[in-house]
């Protein structure tokens, strides 16, 4: 009997295993890729358009179906995360999807964001709804944040803390603040320590440190250790840690016939190890073996590695 095809996810992948969300299913809310920042370590690539105007993304009602069909099909994600190939928050209908997958779902909403929007009443506003909002603040000063984040015009490190200061006072969920540290960049204890009055302003529930463990943007980018991440954290109090590398063990009764355009799906979010594939679709590892290496010989995808791990980027296809 013929196997029906898959249906192809234009703005929903995964569940995917993350390390700081459990398993996630994400979607992708703004266009690959317009973001208000070009990171040094973004894992999706350079930013094509760097701005701060809010865009059409997409298509609210496509965008819920896929979710639906997610839910109903796959294993049940711990989040619904708002994330992507770009800022999510750059979506002029962000209050729409967020309201949409409520009225489907209690699974809780997370929102994967650099922040710099916050600035806007508006935008604090559309992201009043969900459950976790995940921002970013890696610099204490304005030289290392350009450095780093390489913002659009307008966007300064000052806006960019107000903002977040000003979504904390009205945002009743949680804020899990990320501290992205790049070693020789903004990594000595002096420059984690000149975070502290920046942060307190801000006041997340948690502080999660995270480095560069994954393919980036820019070439040369090097992470810090376990170890060293976790001095640096002491320095940050209680509520600092280390973003822990999630696994979530393979379901055995998971369908066994993975496909491997879902495969490429997700690899092209961001580069993922095979096991990242396995638990992340619930995939015997052999079976996830078997798609990647298949996705290589029809040169759809290339292997790197970083910290002694393999990743699977996909290839550019344009
Ligand atoms: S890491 Fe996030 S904020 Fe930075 S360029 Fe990539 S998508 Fe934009």
């Keep these: 009997m013929p196997v029906p095809s898959p249906r192809v996810f234009k703005h929903v992948f995964g569940p995917v295993p993350s390390r700081r969300l459990g398993l996630s299913l994400g979607c992708d809310l703004a266009p690959r890729k317009v973001c208000s920042f070009d990171c040094v370590y973004c894992q999706v690539g350079r930013t094509d358009r760097l701005t701060t105007a809010r865009v059409a993304g997409a298509p609210v009602a496509e965008l ?16 619904i995360t708002l994330s992507g190939s770009g800022e999510p928050t750059l979506n002029r209908a962000m209050d729409e999807i967020v309201a949409g997958i409520r009225r489907r779902t209690d699974i809780p909403i997370a929102l994967l964001t650099n922040g710099s929007l916050f600035v806007f009443p508006e935008v604090r506003a559309a992201c009043a709804g969900v459950d976790v909002v995940l921002p970013t603040l890696s610099a204490a000063d304005e030289e290392t944040f350009r450095q780093i984040h390489r913002p659009a015009p307008g966007v300064t490190l000052g806006a960019v803390v107000e903002g977040l200061a000003a979504f904390r006072r009205e945002f009743k969920g949680e804020i899990r603040l990320e501290v992205f540290l790049i070693a020789g960049v903004n990594s000595t204890p002096e420059q984690v320590r000149r975070l502290i009055p920046l942060i307190a302003r801000i006041a997340p529930d948690r502080i999660q440190l995270n480095t560069a463990v994954r393919p980036t943007a820019d070439e040369g980018v090097r992470a810090l250790t376990e170890t060293e991440l976790a001095t640096l954290a002491t320095l940050l109090g209680p509520k600092a840690e280390v973003i822990a590398d999630f696994r979530r063990p393979a379901t055995s009764g998971a369908e066994a ?17 095979a096991r990242d594939i396995a638990s992340g679709m619930g995939l015997p590892a052999g079976e996830a073996a078997r798609c990647v290496e298949a996705l290589l010989r029809s040169n759809r995808v290339v292997r790197e590695r970083r910290a002694g791990e393999e990743y699977y980027r996909a290839r550019s296809e344009g």
């Design 64 to 79: 819920l179906s896929e979710i639906e069909e997610k839910l109903r099909t796959g294993p049940r994600p711990d989040f």
């Design 257 to 273: 016939g993975a496909r491997e355009g879902e495969v490429l799906d997700m690899i092209r979010r961001r580069p993922v190890t």
